[in-house]
């Protein structure tokens, strides 16, 4: 029965071994096997708009990742899905990869990760830096026809620039506003001081006072134009004592920066406004 029992175990034994061995050389004579022994090497430097006070762009920031993929079809044109990856992360301005390649020409593509940075504005803008979002356009860059031993350079921009959906950059803006305030004089003149102005776009207001002269200073939206309003009193008849509360509007340019010197504006002979 031993004797029996024993080769029983070594007839199952060598069956499956059979069927092992079976198996692996399916799998290494299978259409689906992909070739990763060539390779080509490929050296991405990364640009982004980070200091518009400089000429050229600036680097992307270290440490922003890229993942470099080679489909398996550009490795064996029977693999129908699948891909060879590596991430990498961005070294004074750049990443160097190695991927697998064939002799008849490899697409490696690049997926460049979105990062947030303050990009320094201009000269005569209100603010010295604003956080924006940074994206490559379609957020993948290709390099095609790569050959094994081969080394090449490629290069990719953040073209594309974003504020954050909760941010508005202004202006600060310096406004002389002129106004008739009487029925019978038909005199121009500056605001009273210490009359309230508000100023409003559809998405946006402020309350500012003027000054002595007439003036005041606002912090607007940049590149757009604002309504600029107020409620002053109005002699309405030749006695002056007699007057009525009138509202007068008008509408502030878009201005692109700040500016230093006053802005005139004018107000008219306003609309009744009790």
Request: some cysteine.
């Amino acid at each position: 029965m031993r004797n029996i029992t024993f080769l029983l175990y070594a007839f199952l034994a060598a069956f499956l071994f059979a069927g092992l061995t079976g198996c692996n050389d399916d799998v290494t004579t299978s259409a689906l096997t992909v070739d990763m022994m060539e390779e080509a090497t490929v050296t991405v430097y990364l640009y982004a708009e980070l200091d518009r006070t400089e000429l050229g762009l600036e680097y992307a920031p270290d440490g922003t990742r890229v993942l470099a993929s080679v489909e398996y079809s550009n490795l064996n044109p029977s693999a129908s899905s699948g891909s060879y990856m590596d991430t990498l992360e961005v070294q004074g301005g750049m990443i160097e990869v190695t991927m697998p390649v064939t002799s008849s020409g490899t697409t490696v593509t690049f997926f460049p990760q979105e990062f947030v940075a303050a990009q320094v504005q201009p000269y005569g803008s209100n603010v010295e830096e604003i956080s924006k979002i940074f994206r490559v356009p379609g957020h993948e860059s290709s390099i095609g026809n790569l050959r094994p031993g081969q080394s090449r350079i490629h290069e990719i921009t953040y073209a594309e620039v974003e504020d954050f959906d909760n941010y508005t950059e202004k202006v600060e803006m310096r406004f002389e506003g002129f106004a008739n305030f009487s029925a019978v004089d038909p005199e121009t003149v500056n605001l009273p001081s210490n009359t309230d102005i508000h100023l409003h776009t559809d998405h946006w207001t402020t309350t500012v006072r003027t000054n002595s002269d007439g003036i005041f200073t606002a912090n607007i939206p940049r590149g757009e134009s604002v309504t600029v309003e107020f409620v002053a009193r109005k002699i309405v008849q030749e006695d002056p004592t007699v007057r009525q509360w009138f509202k007068y509007e008008t509408t502030a340019p878009a201005f692109q920066s700040s500016q230093p010197s006053v802005q005139p504006l004018h107000f008219g002979e306003g609309i009744l406004w009790e």
